[in-house]
């Protein structure tokens, strides 16, 4: 049973570029996050997806940043017009629908964007 | 004031000490409590979890959660150069989870 699936697990953009981030949640598991790993800081939530919803986007960024989780297919992370302020490791975690968020959730091993 | 503090470290101590690590937050209507360890270039993964105040143990690890002062703690005993990695509490609010900022663990052989 494969983990969480992330990719690119690096990422580089010129500013001004977009940056779409894939995640593929383990196998049943329908609810999806998005957490973000700026250097010397902890991990920030950003959003909370099931299929089709966005549950709670609280955590994003007013504007270039949106994330969706559509029928089939993995979950998508998308940055417009990145800045290097956007330079972090964005990490997808997935869990279950019975146990939500409760036990905690299996994380990815990330995405490292890097904007140049 | 941040809802989670934990003590940044870095933390370097010799093979089979004991490691106690801390964190403390703000709200006291959180209820669920965890440990994450994250290797360097790895996603972070649950070590344990605990609801109510008091002691849980797995193996090595326990966790100590103390509610009236809203301080818990991470104890591993007989540590291994394999814990060095950085340490993320985590408290549940909501559908997420608020992190600690990490304490970076080095245990030296």
């Known amino acids: 049973n494969a983990g969480v699936m992330q990719n690119p697990r690096h990422l580089v953009r010129r500013r001004g570029q977009e940056a779409r981030l894939r995640c593929s949640p383990m196998k049943g598991h329908s609810h999806v996050y998005w957490y973000r790993q700026l250097p010397e800081e902890g991990l920030k939530f950003m959003v909370y997806?099931?299929?089709?919803?966005?549950?709670?986007e609280s955590g994003m960024p007013k504007e270039r940043f949106s994330a969706e989780f559509p029928k089939e297919g993995p979950s998508i992370l998308r940055i417009q017009q990145v800045v290097r302020g956007d330079s972090a490791a964005y990490f997808c975690a997935s869990s279950p629908p019975w146990q939500g968020w409760l036990y905690g959730y299996t994380f990815g091993s990330g995405t490292r964007l890097t904007v140049v | 004031q941040k809802e989670v503090e934990q003590d940044p470290g870095p933390l370097s101590v010799p093979e089979g000490a004991i490691v106690s690590l801390n964190c403390t937050y703000s709200?006291?209507?959180?209820?669920?409590f965890m440990w994450y360890r994250q290797y360097s270039r790895k996603g972070p993964e649950l070590l344990m979890y605990?609801?109510?105040?008091g002691n849980k143990e797995d193996g090595r690890f326990t966790a100590q959660v103390d509610k009236s002062s809203k301080y818990i703690s991470l104890f591993i005993r007989d540590s291994q150069p394999s814990d060095s990695a950085t340490y993320l509490c985590?408290?549940?609010?909501?559908?997420?989870?608020?992190f600690g900022e990490g304490t970076q663990l080095t245990v030296n052989p």
């Open positions: 605990t609801y109510s105040s």
């Open positions: 985590a408290i549940e609010s909501g559908s997420r989870l608020t």
């Open positions: 709200n006291s209507a959180f209820q669920y």
């Open positions: 997806l099931q299929k089709e919803n966005i549950i709670d």
